[in-house]
């Protein structure tokens, strides 16, 4: 089992709304990631980090934004939550080394906006 | 970038018949092609993976080649059980030194009937 937490799990908002999506993980990982999951399944990276104050915009357009403070969080910010960021994102990690590549995923968190 | 195709969408199987999901990507310097189950209400977790320095790697009933001339791999999973229904995806990626960019195909739903 990954040590890698979501929180909150779902969640339900109004247009407008700022939110923020948590993610910690308790392996020391430095490269941290946010995937968008649509209901047809398929993953897409918005977000990534290799290290404290390293971000980086991934291969999908967010308004979403992150920050890489402390190497265990990695939080993502809505400032203006509209109906088209409903979807559910996943959080990840992964060892720096490149003798080990597995990224350990959390459990998702569904956002529903209204 | 890279783009990664997966076949099929869904795959329903009887227990104890043999899965095939098969991907091809189109960037000739991936190296790195993990597999990752996602069950309902989880993230998705590495079940094997391939670099492109091997042809195929088993891991007791589960198996993957790549053909990096065609650029494809598959997995394929022996003996199926109805644990084994979930959602698989295949992933390439160009392990550089600091890097792991993880591109998602788009998933095959799974079913494993009694």
């Known amino acids: 089992e990954a040590d890698i937490y979501q929180t909150p799990r779902y969640l339900v908002i109004g247009t407008g709304k700022k939110i923020t999506l948590e993610c910690s993980q308790t392996?020391?990982?430095?490269?941290m990631y946010w995937y968008q999951q649509d209901p047809g399944m398929e993953l897409h990276l918005i977000h990534y980090?290799?290290?404290?104050?390293?971000?980086e915009k991934g291969d999908l357009s967010s308004e979403s934004t992150v920050s890489r403070i402390r190497t265990e969080h990695f939080p993502l910010t809505l400032e203006s939550a509209r109906p088209s960021h409903t979807s559910q994102y996943l959080c990840?990690?992964?060892?720096?080394?490149?003798?080990?590549?597995?990224?350990?995923f959390g459990p998702g968190t569904r956002l529903t906006v209204l | 970038g890279e783009n990664v195709e997966q076949h099929p969408s869904t795959l329903s199987v009887q227990e104890g018949d043999s899965a095939v999901i098969k991907c091809t990507y189109s960037?000739?310097?991936?190296?790195?092609f993990p597999w990752y189950k996602q069950e309902l209400g989880k993230g998705p977790q590495l079940i094997i993976d391939?670099?492109?320095?091997?042809g195929e790697k088993k891991d007791q009933r589960i198996a993957v080649t790549l053909n990096k001339t065609a650029k494809h791999f598959s997995l394929h999973i022996t003996e199926t059980q109805p644990e084994d229904s979930a959602v698989y995806f295949c992933?390439?990626?160009?392990?550089?030194?600091?890097?792991?960019?993880?591109?998602f195909g788009t998933g095959t739903q799974l079913k494993v009937e009694l």
């Open positions: 980090s290799y290290g404290v104050n390293s971000t």
């Open positions: 392996m020391g990982h430095d490269k």
């Open positions: 391939i670099r492109s320095n091997v």
């Open positions: 960037d000739s310097a991936s190296n790195y």
């Open positions: 992933a390439a990626s160009r392990i550089t030194g600091g890097g792991n960019k993880l591109t």
């Open positions: 990840a990690s992964s060892e720096f080394r490149t003798t080990n590549n597995e990224q350990f």
